[in-house]
């Protein structure tokens, strides 16, 4: 029996710089570009196979203009998930991550701390991030998104795994 085609709508939430353009389309076209210019939340859709399976993830990446500006509840209404991002070198960006979980105290998260090749700017340590994933029972991985490409797309799978999981209970 052909099973169907998944489809799970992530939303990439994090405070203003963390990386979180730069983890969209490392995912997506397995590229890393520095720099992006937009100003609002991007849409996309892409298809990759996870555990075998053909998965269609459509990905907002939101676009918070500053530190206080959490995601809007049309955002996380249309997600069935969220890729928590924060930077290990910006200890603001992590606070900013437990002010978005508690509001979003039931859909399926991952929490990764980017920019993990930046270790001599580190403000937040690894030990800070495996509790705080523990606390939310997720997944967690600090990632270099200018270095690697499968951890990044470790991150999405899980996560997709985790929605896929929660709609069979
Ligand atoms: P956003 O505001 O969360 O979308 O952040 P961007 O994706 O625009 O990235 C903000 C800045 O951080 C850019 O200058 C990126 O090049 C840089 N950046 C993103 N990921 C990494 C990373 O893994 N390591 C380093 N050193 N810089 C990164
Ligand atoms: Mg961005």
Known sequence: KKSSLQEVKVAVVGAPGVGKSAITVRFITKRYIGEYDHQGDMKYKHEALVDGEPVLFEILDTCPKHEDDLPSNEVLNWADGCILVYAITDRISFNYIRKVKERICEMPVALVGNKGDMVHLRQVSTDEGDILAKDYECSFS??????????????????????????KK
């Open 142 to 167: 600090e990632i270099a998104t200018a270095e690697q490409v499968n951890q990044v797309a470790d991150a999405f799978h899980e996560l997709s795994r985790e929605i896929v999981q929660s709609r």
